[in-house]
């Protein structure tokens, strides 16, 4: 449902608006976000409702908004930093868990006397950390070589 909402966007047509139209609704769309994770989450509705239907709307006009690239939320957004640790999320989402395991593990293990804070924080900047390594030195090397092969194929 989620690829077809992303596929139905992209087709969407372009709106014309002024930076400043487009800086209000993105912030229009970060306050629907808000109101509707916060409001399904407290009127009880079960998780499999709010993730796949009740998001979507609000979701997908945010995605469209901010696609439009006009406002100032997005420029910052834009950031080529932010643009990297988004590209590297799918590293992130490979390497995580084992890390987060691994960590648990010895946390348990050692006893820590780290706040359970401190630790969590330690633990999410070093899964930013690796995934940003990961994406640099394997994943983006290894999408050049087959996009290259891919490209040779075709030609």
Not at 29 to 47: D, Q, S, T
Not at 103 to 117: I, K, M
Request: charged share 15%; net charge positive; aromatic share 10%.
């Amino acid at each position: 449902l989620d690829f077809m909402a992303g596929m139905l966007i992209y087709r969407c047509p372009k709106i014309v608006l002024s930076r400043r139209g487009w800086t209000a609704a993105e912030i229009i769309a970060c306050v629907a976000l808000i109101a509707a994770m916060y409001g399904l989450n407290r009127l009880g509705a079960p998780e499999v409702l709010r993730a796949q239907l009740a998001y979507l709307p609000v979701m997908a006009a945010a995605i469209y908004i901010f696609a439009q690239g006009g406002g100032a939320l997005t420029g910052w957004l834009g950031d080529r930093r932010l643009v990297f640790l988004g590209e590297a999320s799918f590293s992130l989402y490979m390497i995580h868990l084992p890390i987060l395991d691994g960590g648990a593990h010895l946390y348990e293990q050692f006893d820590a006397p780290v706040s359970p804070v401190i630790y969590a924080a330690g633990m999410a900047t070093l899964c930013v950390a690796l995934s940003a390594i990961a994406f640099k030195f394997i994943e983006r090397p290894i999408h050049r070589a087959l996009k290259r092969v891919i490209q040779q194929r075709i030609a």
